[in-house]
């Protein structure tokens, strides 16, 4: 169950296919047959005789060639044995190829196209050697995402990726170079993620930066932040003069908390 098609089922969805599994596997087991019908009229009663009898006393007696002497003399109730432990290795291997089929069949679910979100790099200026986070402003947010003030927001129960591109010049006169660098970091940890330099003198055509990330928070309880820093390294001011960032966003049944995503039923399990 933990190599399935979209991903592994939480303790949750496992659960609730077991007991759904388990049902008609207790029921088969329960269900009296041709076996416990030859016991009783040999005198050996199931232990589940006294809920069958009123079927019992209708029922003929089986073939026999001096009665119960010929059941006894051919080993009926070593062969019953057997035929039992293999009844119960059938249902057993029927149970577990039902409630892995359910769990795969829960697990196949559309995904709500949360899409992508996007904006723009903001045009600010910022001063020599000052280290700081990338001003941006949203133009279009999907399900599952938030700005807030400095940092940009996903919700559990979704994966994705967020990617950005800012393009600088030097300040007020331009065409001087810059030396920028940017990066990003998730929640609090400190560790920059995709760090990118600009050159100076600006061989590099632009002075563009870059960076990209990818998330997963279909298994957990709390959001994640992600913030786009820059460290001005230069002597010159430096603005952004061009740039955008996306959000691609989708979410997922196998979250603890599935936003907006509802697990598809089946009644026929397939493996």
């Known amino acids: 169950m933990n190599v399935m098609g979209c991903s592994a089922p939480d303790i949750f969805v496992t659960i609730e296919t077991g007991f759904e599994a388990a049902g008609p596997a207790l029921l088969s087991l329960l269900t009296p047959g041709c076996t416990d019908i030859v016991k009783m009229k040999l005198g050996h009663s199931p232990w589940h005789s006294r809920g069958i009898r009123s079927v019992i006393k209708g029922v003929a007696a089986p073939f026999a060639v001096e009665a119960n002497k010929f059941l006894y003399k051919i080993g009926y109730f070593t062969a019953e044995r057997g035929l039992y432990y293999w009844m119960v290795a059938d249902i057993a291997t029927e149970f577990v190829?039902?409630?892995?089929?359910?769990?795969?069949?829960?697990?196949?679910?559309?995904?709500?196209?949360?899409?992508?979100?996007?904006?723009?790099?903001?045009?600010?200026?910022?001063?020599?050697?000052?280290?700081?986070?990338?001003g941006y402003f949203p133009l279009h947010n999907v399900t599952g995402m938030a700005i807030g003030l400095n940092q940009i927001t996903v919700f559990p129960g979704f994966q994705g990726s967020l990617a950005f591109s800012a393009v600088f010049d030097s300040w007020p006169i331009r065409g001087k170079g810059v030396s920028v660098t940017t990066w990003m970091t998730e929640d609090d940890n400190p560790t920059p993620i995709s760090m990118f330099k600009t050159n100076d003198p600006p061989s590099q055509p632009k002075n563009e930066t870059a960076g990209h990330l990818s998330f997963d928070t279909l298994h957990t309880f709390s959001r994640k932040d992600y913030y786009l820093h820059i460290h001005?390294?230069?002597?010159?001011?430096?603005?952004?003069?061009?740039?955008?960032?996306?959000?691609t966003m989708s979410g997922h049944p196998t979250g603890v908390l599935p936003w907006g995503c509802h697990l598809k039923k089946t009644s026929i399990p397939h493996l």
């Open 97 to 134: 190829t039902t409630w892995q089929s359910l769990a795969f069949a829960a697990e196949q679910c559309p995904l709500p196209s949360a899409g992508t979100a996007y904006g723009y790099i903001a045009t600010f200026i910022y001063g020599p050697d000052q280290d700081t986070l990338l």
């Open 232 to 247: 001005n390294t230069g002597e010159e001011y430096a603005q952004a003069v061009g740039g955008s960032y996306t959000l």
